[in-house]
C-alpha cells in the first residue's frame, strides 16, 4: 500500500525559509512533486522532480525554492526560501509513475507566511 507522509510545515515570517519532506513508502516513483491550494482556490502545481533528478518550476517560485530527492529514501524535499505571505498554502507531496496519472497524495502540511 503506498503511503506519502509530509513534514515540515509551520508558520513563518515573510523572507523566511521553511524545508518540507515527503516519504513515500510502498513502491519506487518515477515522477515525485509538490502541489499547493490555498483557501478558495484549486490545487495547483508547485514543483516536480523526475528520478533522473529533472525538475519543473511554476514561475512564481523559480528562484525561491528547490525540489530535490533522494533515491535511496524514497524521499522528496521542498526548500522555500523567500517566502512570501501568497505562498501561504496546504502544501501537498504527490508521486506517480505515469504523467497522466492522478497520483498518490500525501495528507497535506500547512505553510503560513505572516508577520
Known amino acids: 500500500q503506498v503511503q506519502l507522509v509530509e513534514s515540515g510545515g509551520g508558520l513563518v515570517q515573510p523572507g523566511g525559509s521553511l524545508r518540507l519532506s515527503c516519504a513515500a513508502s510502498?513502491?519506487?516513483?518515477?515522477?515525485m512533486g509538490w502541489y499547493r491550494q490555498a483557501p478558495g482556490k484549486q490545487r495547483d502545481l508547485v514543483a516536480l522532480?523526475?528520478?533522473?533528478?529533472?525538475?519543473a518550476y511554476t514561475p512564481s517560485v523559480k528562484g525561491r525554492f528547490t525540489i530535490s530527492r533522494d533515491n535511496a529514501k524514497n524521499t522528496v524535499y521542498l526548500e522555500m526560501n523567500s517566502l512570501k505571505p501568497e505562498d501561504t498554502a496546504v502544501y501537498y507531496c504527490n508521486a506517480k509513475n505515469d504523467p497522466s496519472s492522478f497520483g498518490s497524495w500525501g495528507q497535506g502540511t500547512q505553510v503560513t507566511v505572516s508577520s
Open positions: 510502498g513502491r519506487i516513483f518515477s515522477i
Open positions: 522532480i523526475s528520478s533522473s533528478g529533472s525538475t
